[in-house]
Nanobody, 121 residues
Framework: QVQLVESGGGLVQPGGSLRLSCAAS????????MSWYRRALGKERELVAA????????NYADSVKGRFTISRDNAKNTVYLQMNSLKSEDTAVYYC??????????????WGQGTQVTVSS
């Protein structure tokens, strides 16, 4: 059974930091691209950051470049999102996403349940 369990969300003041974690199980973690998405109230879901299976390549939304860092520990089947210099516009539900290939080259995609990040004074 595939599971993606996010943790680390919460309330933080503008300028503060949070680190999100996503613990994965039930699939070959190191073979999957892992991503963080977010959905703010009244807005569409957007890709925040992504990292390849080896961790050798990353990609970020322009809005978070230089402030957020995605990383992964394949030994722990966990992906992280370090968020610094948080702004009110970062307030959203953050979702962990895994995308890869299953048997027969079928694209497999999994989602976590989401964790709320609120940036407010």
């Amino acid at each position: 059974q595939v599971q993606l369990v996010e943790s680390g969300g919460g309330l933080v003041q503008p300028g503060g930091s949070l680190r999100l974690s996503c613990a994965a199980s039930g699939f070959t973690f190191s073979s999957y691209v892992m991503s963080w998405y977010r959905r703010a109230l009244g807005k569409e879901r957007e890709l925040v950051a992504a990292i390849t299976g080896s961790g050798g390549s990353t990609n970020y939304a322009d809005s978070v470049k230089g402030r957020f860092t995605i990383s992964r520990d394949n030994a722990k089947n966990t992906v992280y999102l370090q968020m610094n210099s948080l702004k009110s516009e970062d307030t959203a539900v953050y979702y962990c996403n895994a995308k890869g290939y299953g048997s027969g080259w079928r694209i497999m995609e999994y989602w976590g349940q989401g964790t709320q990040v609120t940036v407010s004074s």
